[in-house]
């Protein structure tokens, strides 16, 4: 299992060669430099610590500090544990690669999901909403408090009311990687990710892959190559004049 940290930057949508259209989310992946390695015998579990972002001496506290001079690297915006047996080989100092994921690679993808505020039960629990007609006095309010008959002073608790909504740790599984650029950092990933755009997310193996038939991603067109390609057909050979239009 493996894991790399990178920040969502938003959606479009890429081409194959055969003309097939993947929706896309773009994931912007900086260097994931390694700052503290947990191992069995000193924290109880295993897994890295990775610093990401680049950050000013001058706007970091002691804490942020200490890691840097200890491990001798910049400081860090956002420090986030990874957890992976293919993580567990790197040292401190090391960066973890941007092809760590190949493409057609099956990931899951976990980030902090959009804030609602304080939200009601029709749409933070998909409540039924209740008359429509004008002498009604009950349209989008909370159901029945009752406790099955027993009276005992209180609410269960377990109760759906309305609350604050969202803004918590999201997770959607078993997505498709269409395309990973080392020379650009930034990985696409088929479909949409958790958070609202510039939210970290955490790329990692899919722990529950489907073993049914498998999703092949075809290779998507280079958009650099046919904007040189173009440039080059609509350049004059040099020595060559330019076709002159024929008038009447």
Not at 202 to 231: C, F, H, M, N, Y
Request: with cysteine; net charge positive.
């Amino acid at each position: 299992m493996k894991a790399i940290l990178g920040r969502k930057m938003g959606m479009t949508q890429v081409f194959a060669e055969d003309g097939t259209m993947y929706a896309v989310t773009v994931v912007e992946v900086l260097p994931n430099v390694v700052t503290q390695i947990k191992t069995l015998e000193k924290d109880g579990y295993e897994a890295i610590q990775v610093g990401y972002e680049d950050k000013k001496e001058s706007r970091a506290n002691k804490c942020e500090l200490g890691i840097a001079k200890k491990t001798n690297t910049p400081c860090k915006y956002h420090y986030v544990e990874l957890k992976g047996d293919e993580l567990m080989n790197f040292k401190v100092g090391d960066i973890l690669p941007i092809d760590l994921f190949k493409t057609g690679d099956v990931i899951d993808a976990v980030g902090t999901s959009k804030g609602h505020g304080y939200t009601g039960v029709i749409k933070r629990w998909n409540a039924k909403i209740g008359p429509k007609a004008h002498g009604s006095g009950y349209h989008r309010q909370h159901g029945s408090f009752a406790n099955n008959g027993r009276c005992n002073n209180r609410v269960i608790p377990g109760k759906k009311m309305s609350g604050h909504m969202g803004d918590e740790s999201a997770t959607v599984l078993n997505l498709k990687i269409v395309a990973v650029n080392p020379e650009k950092n930034y990985i696409l990933v088929k479909g949409g990710l958790p958070g609202p755009k510039k939210s970290l997310v955490v790329l990692r193996s899919a722990i529950k892959a489907q073993l049914g038939k498998p999703v092949i991603i075809k290779p998507i067109i280079d958009r650099t190559v046919v904007e040189e390609e173009l440039k080059i057909k609509e350049t004059v050979t040099p020595g060559v004049e330019a076709p002159v239009a024929e008038t009447n």
